[in-house]
Every structure is written in structure tokens, then in C-alpha cells.
């Protein structure tokens, strides 16, 4: 991966329009997208609000501390606005309200929870990211969340720079939205393509 971490709206803009141009060159335009928040619980007095966006593409992986921001983007509003592109995250509820109070809207959003289980997993009743990531892209994401604990979770919202095992965490979690969903995508239009274009059996050349 990748990754930039920066809480400097112009770094956000300058990468927002790398990557738009990647996305345009590309058939599929899949983002992933993660959200970390501000705190462990909120209230309906004190919601909980972003602390850090994170957007993948490729390998590419912004990591955005969006609670300290230095001013506005109005390019990542236009960004997540609309139905260009499709953002993928595990569990989206949650994140539709929370990017909402930072007045940024989502139209096109998959939730891989709802799309895809890992069916030899039979121990697990609700599976996680992890879970879904370990089946699909490598057993090695099952470690992923290892050594985040309420702890880690409550520091999103600490003063930049964020601790490097927080970046590569906070990466991980767009890496493994958008890759697993990019996954899901292809077998999909695989699966609808033999379908499809279905070839008469052929005996075998030897």
C-alpha cells in the first residue's frame, strides 16, 4: 500500500484528483471507504462525529484526520456526492449518520456485509471484516484488528500525527473494503458472463 496521512485539505485535494484520474481510465470505479470515530459512544447530545476518513483505490490509501483539519474540502464533499463512483465498507449504517454531521453524503454505497459470508466459517454467527477479508484475499486479515482494544479506539481523535500502527490500521481497513469488494465484483460478472456467453462441452484436446 500506499498510504498518505495528512490532515491538510490541499493534500486531500491534490490526492482526490490522482485518483480521479485513475477512475476515469477505469471500467470499474470502486472506492473503499472506512470511517473512524471521535469517541467509543455517543448521545443524542454529543453524537459521535468523524475523526478520520479513509479512501482506497488500487493501492493507493488516503488516510484523512478529518477532525483536525486545517479547512474544508470541498473537493472530497463533491467526491463522496452523487453516483460516479462505487464506495465500498463493511457496515454502512452507522457511517451514513456519522459522515453526515461532517455535512458529507454518500448516494452510492455498498455494504459487503449484506452482499457476501464466508460460508466455511460456521463458528462465527456475525462475521467481520476480518473474517470476510481472511476468506477472500489471505488467511493473514483474520490478525488485522490484533492489539486494537478500546484503548487504541479511543485515540482517533487525539492531536495529528496519528501513532503509525493507527495509519497502517486505519489503511488496512480501506485496503481490505475495496479489495474484497473489487473480488466480489469480479466473480460476480464472471459468473454472469459464462453464463451468459455458455460454450457447447468440448471434448478434451488429449
Keep these: 500500500m500506499k498510504v498518505m496521512y495528512t490532515n491538510m485539505a490541499s493534500s486531500v485535494d491534490a490526492w482526490l ?80 449518520n456519522v459522515l453526515g454531521r461532517s455535512k458529507l453524503y454518500i448516494h452510492n454505497i455498498k455494504d459487503i456485509q449484506t452482499i457476501w459470508r464466508d460460508p466455511d466459517n460456521t463458528t462465527t454467527r456475525t462475521q467481520g471484516l476480518k473474517d470476510v477479508a481472511a476468506a477472500i484475499i489471505d488467511p493473514f486479515y483474520l490478525k488485522m484488528k490484533d492489539g486494537f482494544c478500546r484503548k487504541e479506539h479511543s485515540m482517533w481523535a487525539n492531536v495529528p500525527p496519528l501513532p503509525p500502527d493507527h495509519i497502517l490500521y486505519a489503511a488496512r481497513d480501506a485496503y481490505a473494503s475495496y479489495e474484497v469488494y473489487r473480488r466480489l465484483d469480479v466473480f460476480e460478472r464472471g459468473f454472469f458472463s459464462l453464463y451468459k456467453h455458455s460454450e457447447k462441452k468440448r471434448c478434451r484436446d488429449w
Excluded at 23 to 46: F, M, P, Q
Excluded at 62 to 68: F, M, Q, R, S
Design 17 to 96: 484528483s490522482m485518483i480521479e484520474s485513475t477512475l476515469a481510465a477505469s471500467e470499474r470505479k470502486i472506492v473503499g471507504i472506512d470511517v473512524e470515530y471521535d469517541k467509543l459512544r455517543g448521545s443524542s447530545s454529543n453524537p459521535k462525529k468523524a475523526a478520520v476518513i479513509q479512501l482506497c483505490v488500487g493501492t493507493e490509501v488516503l488516510v484523512y484526520h478529518i477532525c483536525h483539519a486545517n479547512e474544508k474540502s470541498e473537493k472530497m464533499y463533491d467526491f463522496l456526492y452523487g453516483w460516479r463512483y462505487t464506495f465500498a465498507r463493511f457496515c454502512t449504517a452507522e457511517e451514513r
